[in-house]
């Protein structure tokens, strides 16, 4: 970048995180990072004759043909339109200057060069006799801000070549990208465009660039400030599919430090959820407190992984066991017991309303505890006015409870 676009740049940036300006040179859709002839002026071609009226010469006897016949102009019709993805690309839409990007998130750039100063709008034109015309690129260079330190990245696409023994070209796209955002990638990235070249396949000398080193075509975004139950990092797992009701709780999860799966990369989220690693669970969420005495079951040995966490949960007093100095570790737990530990855990709040699930009887030890919990919007049951109370839970619905009960006051 010129020492002209950087300042230009850095005075942009510096003035969007200040809030003192809106977007830069828009046009097409509201508040879309739209930069056009309208607000930049003519784009000067570079090289051959630059600044005559045709860049005689240009490609000249391609075809052997020793005549002047080819010509390019100066551009005084074009823009670039920024755009963002936020779902890996499926979907774009155009961005204001100063957007906010989380990982995974997507940038590209298009630049549509629309006429010519040619007396027919023509961008170029070709003559050819007995022949074909020459086969051209359009090469868009593009500073790329996703990746730290900044590197250039191109965008290539095909020239329109129509027919007949003059070739006039009037308009021409070509799109560079797509940028995907990480948590490599600098908190204020400054994306800009650097370089535009129109290139032969079959002629060296048929190359040719437009001079853009003046304009700003440089677009800002800046990191969303992280909130762990709105954006957390993703977990990366492969077995967790992107979009699904559990996608985020999962996310969320692992960004807490409650769980990192069960093997590398998997989270097993169909997996039954035992005693043991509820605890686990438990434990973890309420970001694992020692200092408890031994638990003193007989079927959980200090070697266990999970011999603190339920040692925990005896001294807060969230289970006394299964049985006389028992706990069973490692016995499935059913969802109204996985409702028990969460509402004791909380201190065993009296629920305001009523119960709501026709599997859900009156005065069962977990009655109270599953009432609460849907009066929470912590669960909406299985099904139409049922809880399922003596299925087992598995890890994926362990993670949306635990989700909704730390950051359901967010998603209302």
């Not at 696409?157 to 070509?174: E, H, I, K, L, T």
């Not at 800046?222 to 979009?243: H, K, Q, S």
């Not at 855990?345 to 309303?353: H, I, N, Q, R, V």
Request: hydrophobic share 35%.
């Amino acid at each position: 970048m010129t020492g002209r676009r950087a300042t230009t740049a850095l005075l942009a940036t510096l003035m969007l995180l200040m809030g003192l300006v809106g977007v830069v040179a828009t046009s097409g859709p509201a508040g879309a990072m739209t930069t056009d002839s309208g607000t930049q002026g003519q784009i000067n071609k570079t090289g051959d004759g630059d600044g005559a009226a045709g860049s005689v010469g240009w490609c000249n006897g391609f075809l052997g043909t020793g005549l002047p016949v080819d010509y390019r102009y100066h551009l005084d019709g074009w823009n670039t339109v920024w755009q963002m993805s936020k779902d890996g690309g499926a979907t774009w839409a155009d961005a204001p200057n100063g957007s906010t990007f989380a990982n995974g998130d997507q940038v590209r750039v298009t630049f549509n060069a629309t006429s010519g100063t040619a007396l027919g709008n023509e961008i170029f034109s070709q003559t050819h006799a007995g022949g074909s015309t020459s086969a051209l690129t359009s090469t868009l260079s593009v500073q790329n801000a996703s990746v730290s330190p900044l590197t250039t990245a191109t965008g290539v696409a095909g020239v329109p070549n129509p027919g007949g023994a003059v070739r006039y070209v009037n308009d021409f796209s070509v799109t560079a990208g797509p940028f995907t955002m990480s948590a490599g990638s600098p908190n204020t990235a400054v994306f800009d465009v650097t370089n535009l070249k129109i290139d032969s396949s079959n002629r060296s000398d048929c190359n040719a660039g437009f001079d853009v080193a003046a304009k700003d075509l440089s677009f800002t975004i800046v990191r969303e400030p992280v909130n762990l139950c709105l954006n957390p990092p993703p977990a990366g797992f492969i077995d967790v599919a992107p979009g699904q009701y559990y996608s985020l709780p999962i996310d969320w999860l692992v960004a807490k430090g409650i769980t990192d799966g069960t093997l590398p990369g998997m989270f097993s989220p169909t997996q039954k959820v035992t005693r043991g690693q509820m605890a686990m669970f438990l434990w973890r969420y309420a970001d694992s407190p020692t200092g408890a005495p031994d638990n003193g079951f007989n079927d959980v040995s200090a070697l266990d992984y999970y011999n603190d966490a339920v040692s925990w949960l005896v001294d807060e007093g969230i289970t006394g066991g299964t049985g006389p100095g028992t706990f069973s570790p490692k016995a499935p737990v059913k969802r109204k017991d996985m409702a028990v530990f969460i509402w004791t855990a909380e201190g065993s709040p009296a629920p305001t309303g009523a119960n709501l699930f026709t599997d859900i009887p009156a005065n069962q030890y977990y009655t109270d505890a599953v009432t609460w919990m849907a009066e929470q919007g912590i669960t909406g049951g299985t099904g139409p006015g049922t809880f399922s109370p003596n299925a087992s839970i598995i890890r994926r619905d362990m993670a949306v409870f635990l989700y909704k009960r730390s950051c359901g006051a967010l998603l209302t």
